[in-house]
């Protein structure tokens, strides 16, 4: 009942597509969704191993020159590289999918590609992503930076407050670079997180939910 | 699309369910208990990835993780063993690093309860 009330949230975000970039152990499925002022993507899929997935996803932009831009690919996600030490974990993990794009009435093949590299101790969390976008006669280029920061230390059957900012760029948007703090939780194998952004439209909220199941 | 969404989430939802029905264990608390410390245990989704794995197992009934001590600990079924070099292999495709093993003597709850103490 857990699992289908995590999708049924999803959903309930209005969310138009999906797209997947996470990698998890062997046999684990995950959801990404994310819920933006400038996009929106979900991810859905299963890791065959501990070192890559397969799922599906989409992007969905809603700013830029007037006409949206949305993709829905299949996706495979590679961790190309993990350090594990005794108190920390960094990840670069890369993904490309191909799937179907329309941009102002025209439908043809989409492509994407990512790259995330991350760092993070119980206290500390560092990411980097950069995700490219490609339908027929458009491209989207989004850059995320986001530091978080653990306000106390909480074990995995507790609710784990973080606090994070998040500075973002999406060539073509118009809107500049978008950023603002957000409040992550976390519970064992579900993570939520809201958003106050700020851009040169103004103050926005965003959301975010991430589960593996 | 809406319906490729649709038979997307039914089919992994129907896996999920498989899963929880092969993995519906009579917990036995006679087996032996067998105590991880794994590198790059940081995070909540990590701790889930490795509960998760290990749950996954035939030979395990309980799986407990604490993120303040890097520590799996395992309850294993009556009669049942978990190889050293096969949990190696396991923690490693999970993703991480197996630091230490250990078979301690107490019961499963009571490190539970030690290791829950330690970390407040």
């Not at chain 2, 993995?23 to 245990?41: E, F, H, I, K, R």
């Given at each position: 009942m857990k699992k289908y009330l995590k999708l049924l949230f999803v959903l309930f975000l209005g969310i138009k597509s999906l797209h997947a970039q996470m990698v998890s152990a062997p046999g684990i499925n995950f959801l990404k969704a994310e819920y933006g002022h400038t996009f929106s993507y979900t991810e859905i899929g299963r890791s065959f191993t501990g070192f890559r997935s397969v799922g599906f996803g989409g992007y969905s932009f809603n700013t830029g020159e007037g006409k949206s831009i949305e993709a829905e690919v299949a996706i495979v996600n590679q961790l190309l590289k993990r350090w594990?030490?005794?108190?920390s974990q960094a990840n670069i993990v890369i993904g490309g999918g191909v799937g179907r794009g329309r941009t102002g009435g025209r439908e043809g093949w989409a492509g994407t590609a990512s790259v995330l590299a991350d760092w993070e101790n119980r206290r500390w969390h560092i990411m980097l992503q950069e995700q490219a976008v490609f339908v027929p006669s458009a491209s989207r280029l989004v850059s995320t930076l986001m530091g978080g920061w653990a306000p106390y230390l909480a074990e995995y059957d507790e609710w784990a407050p973080?606090?994070?900012?998040?500075?973002?760029?999406?060539?073509?948007?118009?809107?500049?670079f978008?950023?603002?703090?957000?409040?992550?939780?976390?519970?064992?194998?579900?993570?939520?997180?809201?958003?106050?952004?700020?851009?040169?439209?103004?103050?926005?909220?965003?959301a975010g939910i991430r589960s593996l199941f | 699309m809406k319906k490729l969404f649709a038979l997307i989430i039914t089919s992994l939802c129907l896996i999920c369910q498989a899963d929880e029905?092969?993995?519906?264990?009579?917990?036995?608390?006679?087996?032996?208990?067998?105590?991880?410390?794994?590198?790059?245990?940081v995070c909540n989704f990590c701790a889930t990835n490795?509960?998760?794995?290990?749950?996954?197992?035939?030979?395990?009934?309980?799986?407990y993780v604490n993120l303040a001590a890097k520590a799996v600990l395992l309850q294993l079924k009556e009669g049942k063993k978990l190889p050293e070099d096969q949990t190696k292999q396991i923690v490693t495709e999970a993703g991480f690093n197996l630091r230490g093993i250990s078979y301690p003597k107490d019961s499963f709850n009571s490190i539970k309860e030690n290791l829950k103490k330690s970390a407040k």
């Open positions: 594990n030490t005794e108190d973080w606090i994070y900012y998040t500075v973002q760029h999406e060539n073509g948007a118009g809107v500049g978008v950023h603002g703090p957000s409040l992550v939780l976390m519970h064992q194998d579900l993570l939520l997180e809201l958003r106050v952004m700020h851009s040169s439209h103004g103050y926005h909220a965003e | 029905k092969t993995n519906t264990n009579t917990p036995s608390q006679t087996g032996a208990v067998v105590q991880l410390t794994v590198d790059g245990l490795i509960s998760k794995t290990f749950s996954k197992l035939p030979e395990v009934s309980e799986v």
